[in-house]
């Protein structure tokens, strides 16, 4: 399935050697819904910025999606809209290599495995093995080490955070050849109700002077620009992946009147009035993002040089 894939559906590793290039974070949004992968796009392509278009296995489970339905809505939106900047489709958190595997086979760019939970030689098997099996198939690979904590349980199950440790990610790189690190330094998924976020930039420092793997920064959602901005303009190179998921589905509720999450189906069956409510939100969301804290608007011309 989508083996033949448009020229601009790229790899997270190409899409984030020019995001560390030119100092901006390549956007990784999950619209949780497949109907509100158009408005992602739509933001996309109106503010000429790469971006990576994801949802994680925990998503997949709470809407009620197939990676085969999610990534069959992706291309047929990227046709539709004639889509030209360059997108990822990349898998979030994950932890079994069968959904990996079937992802792949959709059409997915890029996966993520998250064996963060497990111990260190447990956690460079398993990434190892799905590595392996990625880069035979031309797919890229983002691992966790450390535990990055959540505040809303829908990507991860716990809210522990155990901080990434530098030199441990350096044999971590080594060992198991991954493309992208996630990388546990402050941030949580989710909204931040109690803590405040923060982000441990000497952590940062620390794990690019060992290694020279993309840094991925998870729980984007609801951190000052600032504090982004300054991870991804170390001089050294520092965080090219932010992830955001949660602000968009806030936005979306929120234009719909809505506090409860809804399932991909109740999406779906919105009268077309609200669905269109919903993806402007989406799409604004997403573009201000774009523009204010990733710093990518008008970056996709630098993929065509």
Not at 183 to 212: N, Q
Not at 246 to 267: H, I, P, Q
Request: hydrophobic share 40%; aromatic share 6%.
């Amino acid at each position: 399935m989508n083996q033949l894939k448009p020229k601009n559906i790229i790899s997270l590793t190409e899409a984030l050697q020019m995001a560390e290039k030119f100092q901006y974070a390549t956007g990784s949004f999950s619209p949780r819904y497949t109907a509100m992968i158009k408005p992602v796009l739509k933001a996309g392509q109106k503010n000429e910025s790469p971006i990576i278009v994801q949802i994680s296995q925990k998503e997949l489970e709470r809407y009620g999606i197939t990676p085969f339905e999610f990534a069959e809505e992706f291309y047929k939106q990227v046709e539709e809209l004639a889509i030209s900047v360059p997108v990822v489709l990349h898998l979030d958190h994950t932890k079994e290599l069968q959904v990996i595997k079937d992802a792949i086979e959709a059409g997915f760019t890029s996966v993520m495995i998250d064996a963060s939970e497990r111990p260190f030689d447990e956690n460079v098997a398993i990434t190892k093995e799905v590595v392996e099996y990625a880069h035979a198939n031309g797919v890229s690979v983002e691992a966790e080490l450390g535990m990055i904590g959540t505040t809303d349980f829908i990507e991860t199950d716990k809210d522990e955070e155990l901080y990434t440790d530098p030199v441990e990610a350096a044999e971590f790189v080594k060992q198991t050849s991954v493309d992208a690190l996630a990388v546990s330094c402050g941030t949580a998924h989710g909204v931040y109700l109690v803590r405040e976020p923060k982000v441990d930039y000497d952590r940062l420092k620390a794990i690019r002077e060992l290694t020279s793997v993309h840094l991925v920064l998870h729980g984007g959602s609801g951190v000052p620009s600032e504090m982004v901005q300054k991870a991804f303009q170390l001089p050294t190179g520092g965080v090219s992946k932010v992830n955001i998921a949660t602000d968009l589905e806030l936005s979306l509720l929120k234009a719909l009147g809505r506090e409860e999450r809804m399932t991909n189906v109740e999406c779906s069956q919105l009268s077309s009035d609200l669905l269109t409510v919903g993806q402007d939100a989406v799409e604004t969301t997403v573009s201000e993002k774009i523009n204010d804290f990733l710093l990518s608007a008008n970056k996709s011309n630098h993929f065509n040089q």
